[in-house]
Protein backbone atom coordinates (compact mmCIF):
# COMPACT_ATOMS: atom_id res chain seq x y z
CA UNK A 1 0.00 0.00 0.00
CA UNK A 2 0.40 3.60 -0.09
CA UNK A 3 3.45 5.09 2.42
CA UNK A 4 4.76 8.30 3.46
CA UNK A 5 7.53 8.92 5.76
CA UNK A 6 10.16 11.08 7.20
CA UNK A 7 13.21 10.18 7.69
CA UNK A 8 13.57 12.51 11.12
CA UNK A 9 11.22 12.83 13.32
CA UNK A 10 13.06 16.01 14.99
CA UNK A 11 15.68 18.45 13.41
CA UNK A 12 17.20 21.43 15.94
CA UNK A 13 18.67 24.35 13.71
CA UNK A 14 20.22 27.72 14.68
CA UNK A 15 18.35 30.72 13.56
CA UNK A 16 19.93 31.74 9.74
CA UNK A 17 21.12 28.55 8.97
CA UNK A 18 19.29 26.36 5.88
CA UNK A 19 16.78 23.80 7.11
CA UNK A 20 16.49 19.98 5.06
CA UNK A 21 13.73 17.88 5.37
CA UNK A 22 13.35 14.92 3.95
CA UNK A 23 10.32 12.96 3.11
CA UNK A 24 10.24 9.10 0.91
CA UNK A 25 7.38 7.92 -0.40
CA UNK A 26 6.69 4.19 -1.71
CA UNK A 27 3.80 4.61 -4.67
CA UNK A 28 5.50 5.28 -7.51
CA UNK A 29 2.02 6.42 -9.22
CA UNK A 30 1.93 9.01 -6.85
CA UNK A 31 1.89 12.36 -9.02
CA UNK A 32 1.27 15.53 -6.82
CA UNK A 33 3.25 16.00 -4.06
CA UNK A 34 2.54 19.19 -1.11
CA UNK A 35 4.45 20.15 2.38
CA UNK A 36 2.21 21.61 5.10
CA UNK A 37 3.36 23.14 8.30
CA UNK A 38 1.60 22.71 11.31
CA UNK A 39 2.16 24.93 14.27
CA UNK A 40 1.36 24.01 18.08
CA UNK A 41 -2.84 24.56 17.85
CA UNK A 42 -3.59 25.01 14.45
CA UNK A 43 -4.28 23.11 11.27
CA UNK A 44 -1.66 22.35 8.74
CA UNK A 45 -1.12 25.23 6.72
CA UNK A 46 -0.40 24.74 2.90
CA UNK A 47 3.51 25.51 2.26
CA UNK A 48 4.13 24.27 -1.15
CA UNK A 49 3.42 21.40 -3.64
CA UNK A 50 5.31 19.83 -6.44
CA UNK A 51 3.87 17.73 -9.80
CA UNK A 52 5.95 14.97 -10.67
CA UNK A 53 6.24 16.07 -13.93
CA UNK A 54 8.66 18.70 -12.36
CA UNK A 55 11.93 18.07 -10.14
CA UNK A 56 12.33 21.33 -8.04
CA UNK A 57 9.53 24.21 -7.34
CA UNK A 58 10.86 27.16 -5.44
CA UNK A 59 8.87 29.66 -3.25
CA UNK A 60 9.29 32.20 -1.07
CA UNK A 61 12.45 30.72 0.96
CA UNK A 62 10.86 27.26 0.61
CA UNK A 63 12.08 24.94 -2.14
CA UNK A 64 10.70 21.51 -2.95
CA UNK A 65 12.96 18.91 -4.53
CA UNK A 66 11.52 16.14 -6.40
CA UNK A 67 13.29 12.51 -6.84
CA UNK A 68 11.08 10.31 -8.57
CA UNK A 69 14.13 7.44 -9.12
CA UNK A 70 14.50 7.37 -5.41
CA UNK A 71 10.90 8.32 -4.34
CA UNK A 72 12.34 10.82 -2.28
CA UNK A 73 10.86 14.35 -1.42
CA UNK A 74 12.86 17.61 0.37
CA UNK A 75 12.06 20.57 2.09
CA UNK A 76 14.41 23.26 2.04
CA UNK A 77 14.21 26.46 3.78
CA UNK A 78 16.59 28.90 3.84
CA UNK A 79 17.54 31.30 6.37
CA UNK A 80 15.18 29.49 8.79
CA UNK A 81 13.50 31.75 11.21
CA UNK A 82 12.34 31.21 14.76
CA UNK A 83 8.73 31.77 12.87
CA UNK A 84 9.36 28.19 10.94
CA UNK A 85 9.15 26.46 14.45
CA UNK A 86 6.68 23.82 13.60
CA UNK A 87 5.48 20.11 12.91
CA UNK A 88 6.07 19.76 8.57
CA UNK A 89 4.29 16.80 6.83
CA UNK A 90 4.86 15.59 3.51
CA UNK A 91 1.60 14.49 1.64
CA UNK A 92 1.43 12.30 -1.52
CA UNK A 93 -2.00 12.52 -4.20
CA UNK A 94 -2.51 9.77 -6.41
CA UNK A 95 -3.98 10.95 -9.21
CA UNK A 96 -6.53 8.99 -10.55
CA UNK A 97 -8.44 5.58 -9.89
CA UNK A 98 -10.56 5.64 -6.71
CA UNK A 99 -7.89 7.12 -4.48
CA UNK A 100 -8.23 10.46 -6.59
CA UNK A 101 -8.22 13.23 -4.33
CA UNK A 102 -7.03 11.64 -1.49
CA UNK A 103 -4.04 12.61 0.34
CA UNK A 104 -1.78 10.38 1.96
CA UNK A 105 0.52 12.05 5.12
CA UNK A 106 4.06 11.48 6.35
CA UNK A 107 4.49 11.12 10.39
CA UNK A 108 6.24 14.36 10.45
CA UNK A 109 9.52 16.09 11.83
CA UNK A 110 9.20 18.53 14.43
CA UNK A 111 12.03 21.80 13.08
CA UNK A 112 12.76 23.78 16.32
CA UNK A 113 14.82 26.94 15.45
CA UNK A 114 17.46 28.19 18.20
CA UNK A 115 18.07 31.88 18.71
CA UNK B 1 -7.52 28.87 7.14
CA UNK B 2 -10.58 31.24 8.52
CA UNK B 3 -12.70 29.99 5.54
CA UNK B 4 -12.95 26.71 7.16
CA UNK B 5 -14.40 26.50 10.76
CA UNK B 6 -14.85 23.78 13.22
CA UNK B 7 -16.99 23.51 15.97
CA UNK B 8 -16.43 23.32 19.16
CA UNK B 9 -12.84 24.00 19.25
CA UNK B 10 -12.46 21.87 22.54
CA UNK B 11 -14.84 18.84 24.25
CA UNK B 12 -14.86 16.61 27.13
CA UNK B 13 -17.35 14.13 26.96
CA UNK B 14 -17.38 10.94 28.78
CA UNK B 15 -17.32 7.67 27.49
CA UNK B 16 -20.43 6.33 25.78
CA UNK B 17 -21.92 9.82 24.85
CA UNK B 18 -22.85 10.66 21.64
CA UNK B 19 -21.01 13.79 20.34
CA UNK B 20 -21.14 15.56 16.86
CA UNK B 21 -18.02 17.66 15.31
CA UNK B 22 -19.10 20.57 12.61
CA UNK B 23 -17.18 21.87 10.03
CA UNK B 24 -18.55 24.93 7.91
CA UNK B 25 -16.42 26.25 4.55
CA UNK B 26 -16.80 29.31 3.21
CA UNK B 27 -14.27 28.50 -0.34
CA UNK B 28 -16.99 27.12 -2.72
CA UNK B 29 -14.93 23.60 -2.38
CA UNK B 30 -17.44 20.65 -3.01
CA UNK B 31 -14.93 17.86 -1.51
CA UNK B 32 -14.34 17.62 2.75
CA UNK B 33 -12.65 15.59 4.44
CA UNK B 34 -12.31 14.51 8.10
CA UNK B 35 -9.22 13.48 9.42
CA UNK B 36 -7.55 12.46 12.96
CA UNK B 37 -4.45 13.43 14.40
CA UNK B 38 -2.90 11.37 17.88
CA UNK B 39 0.56 12.92 19.52
CA UNK B 40 3.32 12.13 17.55
CA UNK B 41 1.92 11.32 14.49
CA UNK B 42 0.25 12.35 10.90
CA UNK B 43 -2.90 12.69 9.85
CA UNK B 44 -5.34 9.71 9.30
CA UNK B 45 -8.30 9.74 7.01
CA UNK B 46 -11.65 8.96 8.92
CA UNK B 47 -14.38 9.71 6.18
CA UNK B 48 -14.53 12.09 2.90
CA UNK B 49 -17.19 13.40 0.70
CA UNK B 50 -16.89 14.47 -2.90
CA UNK B 51 -20.11 15.92 -3.38
CA UNK B 52 -22.75 16.20 -1.09
CA UNK B 53 -24.24 12.39 -2.31
CA UNK B 54 -20.83 11.41 -2.23
CA UNK B 55 -19.53 9.94 1.38
CA UNK B 56 -16.69 7.49 1.57
CA UNK B 57 -14.56 5.75 4.24
CA UNK B 58 -11.55 5.90 4.69
CA UNK B 59 -8.57 4.62 6.49
CA UNK B 60 -10.02 4.46 10.55
CA UNK B 61 -14.12 5.25 9.74
CA UNK B 62 -15.04 2.61 12.77
CA UNK B 63 -16.66 4.34 15.60
CA UNK B 64 -17.56 7.34 13.34
CA UNK B 65 -20.26 8.58 11.02
CA UNK B 66 -20.85 11.47 8.83
CA UNK B 67 -23.29 13.63 7.51
CA UNK B 68 -22.85 15.97 4.25
CA UNK B 69 -25.84 18.32 5.25
CA UNK B 70 -25.17 20.85 2.29
CA UNK B 71 -22.26 21.58 0.04
CA UNK B 72 -20.44 23.83 3.25
CA UNK B 73 -21.75 21.93 5.61
CA UNK B 74 -19.91 18.23 7.07
CA UNK B 75 -20.22 16.99 10.59
CA UNK B 76 -18.77 13.88 12.19
CA UNK B 77 -20.36 11.96 14.69
CA UNK B 78 -18.81 9.85 17.79
CA UNK B 79 -21.94 7.04 18.08
CA UNK B 80 -20.29 5.86 21.19
CA UNK B 81 -17.19 7.46 22.41
CA UNK B 82 -14.49 6.08 24.27
CA UNK B 83 -11.52 7.08 25.33
CA UNK B 84 -9.25 5.99 22.72
CA UNK B 85 -10.89 8.36 20.04
CA UNK B 86 -9.60 11.43 22.53
CA UNK B 87 -7.62 13.08 19.24
CA UNK B 88 -7.39 16.32 17.56
CA UNK B 89 -9.51 16.27 14.90
CA UNK B 90 -9.06 18.22 11.50
CA UNK B 91 -11.97 18.77 9.05
CA UNK B 92 -10.23 19.63 5.63
CA UNK B 93 -11.68 20.69 1.91
CA UNK B 94 -10.23 21.02 -1.48
CA UNK B 95 -12.18 21.50 -5.03
CA UNK B 96 -12.41 19.12 -7.42
CA UNK B 97 -11.48 21.72 -10.63
CA UNK B 98 -8.23 21.51 -9.20
CA UNK B 99 -8.11 18.30 -10.88
CA UNK B 100 -4.41 16.40 -9.99
CA UNK B 101 -3.81 19.23 -7.97
CA UNK B 102 -6.04 19.21 -5.11
CA UNK B 103 -4.47 21.11 -2.05
CA UNK B 104 -6.54 20.29 0.93
CA UNK B 105 -7.64 23.39 3.45
CA UNK B 106 -7.57 22.89 6.87
CA UNK B 107 -9.61 24.01 9.61
CA UNK B 108 -8.26 25.10 12.97
CA UNK B 109 -8.91 21.56 14.83
CA UNK B 110 -11.47 20.20 17.17
CA UNK B 111 -9.54 18.62 20.85
CA UNK B 112 -11.71 16.05 21.94
CA UNK B 113 -10.86 14.14 25.43
CA UNK B 114 -13.27 11.25 25.85
CA UNK B 115 -13.30 10.33 29.83
Known amino acids: GESVGLHLPTLSVQEGDNSIINCAYS??????FIWYKQESGKGPQFIID?????DKRQGQRVTVLLNKTVKHLSLQIAATQPGDSAVYFC??????????????FGRGTQLTVWP | DADVTQTPRNRITKTGKRIMLECSQT?????MYWYRQDPGLGLQLIYY???????NKGEISDGYSVSRQAQAKFSLSLESAIPNQTALYFC??????????????FGPGTRLLVL
Open chain 2, 92 to 105: ATSDSRDRGQETQY
Open chain 1, 27 to 32: NSASDY
Open chain 1, 50 to 54: IRSNM
Open chain 1, 91 to 104: AENIGRGSTLGRLY
Open chain 2, 27 to 31: KGHDR
Open chain 2, 49 to 55: SFDVKDI
